[in-house]
């Protein structure tokens, strides 16, 4: 319906956003800010803790945030704009996840990275203050209702373009929300996104939710960037997002079940893959 709607797509998404909260739980506009504000802290300790190291014993990778970070920091690394820095906010997350700190599901625990790494890093390059960031998360989440209403989170369903793919649409919305953009540009962005990841298969080595989910992470931030970029510069995403979100369930459902988040086929069964497991 949202699609359809000429004046309601003229508005940002963000105000959208909030009068859906606000129907839905009965809370003031007040009362969802603070709450997104305490979500919003969690995010930003779970940067700082992945980026200050992480330890623990039942994991595959050790922390190479701090490392990134100090790179990044000292010039090392190829000019790339904000994505340096996002990539160390959503590395940070995603460590902090597999050493079992605490995170929020963004939206699902293999996908905790991308947005909120992808969305506090732009907020910082742009120097926004603290309630465009909410509006941004806001934004965001009305993006994850639509996909939770008409498709899925779950890679055991529609393979890792439910997870990274979806936290790239969502965090996609939010990048148009911090730019000012409105809601057809945010519900563009999030088509676009989807649309680059579709079909994305989910094969965790060791059975343990690190590779290639870290770098998948990265790559959701990756995606969101350009896709809110192509249309900021005019670009037609042609696809609906009501559409994108239908057709990424149909191939999620198409994809065989060893693509499907069961460890059963692509990256998970290479020889090294299996070496890692008998070490676990």
Do not use: W
């Not at 129907?23 to 779970?46: C, D, G, P, Y």
């Not at 999030?190 to 990841?197: D, P, R, T, V």
Request: include cysteine; proline fraction near 4%; hydrophobic fraction near 45%.
């Amino acid at each position: 319906d949202l699609e359809e709607n000429s004046s309601l797509l003229e508005r940002p998404l963000s105000e959208l956003a909030l009068d859906y909260e606000a129907k839905r739980s009965s809370m003031t506009a007040s009362e969802i800010h603070t709450k997104m504000e305490e979500l919003v802290q969690i995010f930003r300790n779970s940067i700082d803790t992945g980026l200050s190291g992480t330890n623990y014993s039942d994991r595959i990778l050790g922390a190479q945030s701090p490392e990134y970070n100090q790179r990044r920091l000292s010039g090392q690394l190829l000019p790339d704009g904000p994505m340096s820095k996002m990539t160390s906010y959503i590395m940070a997350i995603m460590e902090s996840k597999s050493a079992m700190e605490v995170i929020v599901a963004a939206p699902t625990a293999g996908s905790a990275g991308g947005l909120p790494g992808t969305l506090i890093a732009m907020a910082e390059e742009l120097e926004a203050d603290q309630n465009k960031l909410i509006n941004a998360f806001l934004a965001a989440g009305l993006i994850g209702v639509f996909i939770s209403a008409d498709a899925t989170f779950a890679a055991e369903v529609a393979g890792c373009q439910a997870e990274t793919g979806v936290g790239a649409a969502m965090a996609a919305a939010g990048l148009i929300e911090l730019s000012g953009g409105t809601a057809q540009q945010a519900l563009g962005a999030a088509s676009i996104a989807l649309q680059n990841i579709m079909g994305l298969i989910c094969d965790p080595v060791g059975n343990r939710v690190e590779i290639p989910c870290l770098g998948r992470n990265v790559q959701s931030g990756a995606n969101a960037l350009t896709a809110a970029n192509m249309i900021l510069g005019g670009v037609d995403p042609v696809i609906p997002l009501s559409e994108s979100i239908k057709t990424m369930l149909d191939v999620g459902n198409s994809l065989p079940r060893e693509l499907r988040c069961t460890a059963l086929g692509g990256l998970a069964i290479t020889k090294a893959a299996k070496e890692i497991e008998a070490k676990l």
